[in-house]
C-alpha cells in the first residue's frame, strides 16, 4: 500500500464548516472505517491552527482543535473540560467506536455537537476510482459500483482490495 490516501470531499468540507460553527464533532464508527486517517489528513490539509490528540492520562495544553480518543463517560474531569470547551466555542473531534454517552447526549440534543457516522466516511466512487488511478490500477465504473455493494466504500476495504485489482487486472470479481 502507497502513502496515496483515499479523499473524501464531502466529508472535509462538512468538517470545515461544523468546527468553523463552532460546534463539537463526533465521530461514530466501527474499525476500519478510517476515522482518525481522514480527521489526520483534514489537519494537514485545512488551516486549524494547532491541534493534539488527547488519548487518556492527563489534560492536554490548550491547541486549537482538540482530538478526543477516550470515552469521556467515566471521566469526569474530562466531561467538565470538553463542557467548557464547548462553551467557550473552541474547536473538539471526538473519535468513537461506541454511540454517544448520557452525557454528550445532551449535547446533540441542543445541536451543539454534530454527529458524524460511518456513512459519513464513506468515499464516493469518483472518489475510489481517482484513488486506484494514483496506483496505477484502471477499474471499470461497474466494477466500482459492485466493491460498493460488497464492501460499502469501506476504506480499509478499499486498501486491501488494493492488491487485488492490480494482479487482476483492474477487474474485481467475487
Known sequence: MSDTQLKNAAFSVRLQN?????????????????????????LQKAETGSFCWHKGGGLPADPEVLLVLEEPDQNE???????????????????SRTPASEFLSSFLASGQMVLYQAQDLTPGPEEIQDYYKEQGIVVRYWDLIQISRDFFNMPCCIYVLEKYLREAGGHYGK
Not at 461544523?18 to 483534514?42: N, T
Not at 474531569?77 to 473519535?95: C, D, P, S
Open 18 to 42: 461544523d468546527l468553523r460553527m463552532g460546534r463539537m464533532v463526533y465521530i461514530c464508527a466501527p474499525f476500519g472505517w478510517g476515522k482518525e486517517m481522514q480527521v489526520r489528513q483534514f
Open 77 to 95: 474531569v474530562l466531561q467538565k473540560f470538553l463542557a467548557q470547551r464547548l462553551n467557550e466555542q473552541k474547536r473538539t473531534i471526538l473519535l
